[in-house]
């Protein structure tokens, strides 16, 4: 009699356990999931205010682009928008194919409405560092055929001074043959030094979309016009183009760690 009554227990705990819902599993809330969650904001609020219908778009690179083309995906499927997306690298094209979005280049679409990209810093003049990932001759293109330039950044990227946040150096982009030379006169002219920027998953430097190879300027002191310093830098042979974006961002989007998104202009 025991060993039935103990089966029909056995059953109907089995039974019911079958039966209770699974709970999900629960995210530990760290550092990187308020970052990702305020970078997904601030991309998901320029592109809202930016985007239309027909309009040709200039696609940035780096992570927090990712979100800007999850949304134009999610506005071309829900709203049937037609856009044309011109790309700033070969990880922004890949985004846009995989995403089912329409790529074009800057023949087919010379004047773009508008282009989306993140920053490395942003000062309080709309000044900007890019070039952390590698891109920045490209963005630097695209973004000078744009009839607007939108950034797009967390809260970590934000500063009152350029140079004072970004602690990696001015990314600055050099032919092969000229690295050595340029990384001279850099470091005699303006102090700090000029590290040629390694690979992590391969042996040698990293190398750009267009062959060519980043100096990264680490200098010792703030310029006081990053303007002037820009032009004299590209005055060097060899010198393809600086991460130093003067003059150029119409508005930023910036995701803070409350949830909310705050703008600059």
């Known amino acids: 009699m025991r060993n039935r009554t103990s089966g029909i227990v056995r059953q109907f705990l089995i039974f019911h356990r079958l039966k209770q819902p699974k709970l999900p599993n629960k995210q530990p809330f760290t550092t990187m999931n308020l970052v990702e969650q305020a970078k997904q904001a601030a991309a998901y609020a320029a592109v809202d205010n930016h985007v239309k219908d027909g ?3 200039g696609v940035g690179s780096g992570s927090t682009v990712v979100y800007a083309v999850d949304r134009l995906a999610e506005l071309v499927k829900t709203k049937n928008f037609q856009l044309e997306c011109v790309p700033t690298s070969f990880q922004a094209r890949e985004l846009i194919i995989s995403n089912g979005l329409k790529l074009s280049d800057l023949e087919r679409s010379p004047v773009l409405d508008v282009a989306i990209d993140g920053a490395d810093e ?30 797009i950044a967390d809260y970590r990227k934000r500063s009152t001074q350029l140079g004072t946040q970004w ?42 979309d267009n062959s060519n190879l980043i100096l990264d300027w680490q ?18 042979p060899g010198v393809v183009d600086t991460g130093l974006f003067i003059n150029m961002a119409e508005k930023a989007y910036f995701g803070m760690e409350n949830g909310q998104v705050e703008t600059q202009e």
Do not use: H
């Open 219 to 236: 200098f010792t002191e703030v310029p006081s016009s990053w303007q002037n310093v820009n032009q004299e830098i590209m005055m060097i």
């Open 167 to 208: 602690t990696k150096g001015v990314p600055i982009e050099v032919i092969p043959m000229a690295y050595k030379p340029v990384q001279k006169k850099i470091q005699e002219k303006f102090g700090g030094k000029a590290v040629l920027r390694m690979a992590k998953a391969k042996a040698g430097p990293v190398v750009t």
């Open 122 to 151: 942003v000062d309080k003049d709309m000044n900007l560092i890019k070039g952390g990932g590698g891109c920045l001759t490209q963005e630097k293109i695209v973004a000078a055929n744009a009839k607007s330039f939108i950034v």
């Open 55 to 57: 309009f040709a778009v």
